[in-house]
T-cell receptor, first 120, second 115 residues
């Protein structure tokens, strides 16, 4: 079965600190996709990044960077020089096959989320 | 603006009442989904529709029914609401019908309270 674990329930940092959000996944598939979403206090879900299982290159987008390591089944997210506007719940998700269904359809499996609070 | 529209935004029900959550997308996406979000549990899939005319159960389908009315619309019905269904409900859509490659587009959510 597929599973996504975000062991950090809540993280609290002071502005300008760097912070890393951990994501560990389980899957038997060789082809899969990993995602990060942000949910600010307003409640909407905002897509941040997608990574496929064949691309292990790290990615950087401004203050955000992602470290994908298949060897440890991890897809960690780092925010450099955090800001108050980064305060949100962050979800890691895995695209995997639906249990018991052979039709090839996929679903997006979410971790429980990490609540990040950045204080001035 | 293009996107996923959910109605209503808030709803309070009494135990045993029924209601339907509406969802529509104008991006011509094939697949649509209903998730519920509960504290500490992330988002869990209730039902999905891989393409127009098909629906199937997700992780937590009990107590819910869905209808894919057409390509644009996907509704979620609670026939007899229970307090355990107090949650935030999100509708989402994606381009693909078989493999999720593109990111899901989410609506703004419906906050449902069952007393």
């Amino acid at each position: 079965a597929q599973k996504v674990t975000q062991a950090q329930t809540e993280i609290s940092v002071v502005e300008k600190e760097d912070v890393t959000l951990d994501c560990v996944y389980e899957t038997r598939d060789t082809t899969y996709y990993l995602f990060w979403y942000k949910q600010p206090p307003s409640g909407e879900l905002v897509f941040l990044i997608r990574r496929n299982s064949f691309d292990e290159q790290n990615e950087i987008s401004g203050r955000y960077s992602w470290n994908f390591q298949k060897s440890t089944s991890s897809f960690n997210f780092t925010i450099t020089a955090s800001q108050v506007v980064d305060s949100a719940v962050y979800f890691c998700a895995l695209s995997g096959p639906i249990d018991g269904f052979s039709g090839g359809y996929n679903k997006l499996i979410f971790g429980a989320g990490t609540r990040l609070a950045v204080h001035p | 603006n293009a996107g996923v529209t959910q109605t209503p935004k808030f709803q309070v029900l009494k135990t045993g009442q029924s209601m339907t959550l509406q969802c529509a997308q104008d991006m011509n996406h094939n697949s649509m989904y209903w998730y519920r979000q509960d504290p500490g549990m992330g988002l869990r899939l209730i039902y999905y529709s891989a393409s127009e005319g098909t629906t199937d159960k997700g992780e937590v389908p009990n107590g819910y029914n869905v209808s894919r009315l057409n390509k644009r619309e996907f509704s979620l019905r609670l026939e007899s609401a229970a307090p355990s269904q107090t949650s935030v409900y999100f509708c989402a859509s994606s381009e693909e019908s078989r493999v999720i490659i593109s990111p899901l587009h989410f609506g703004n959510g419906t906050r449902l309270t069952v007393t």
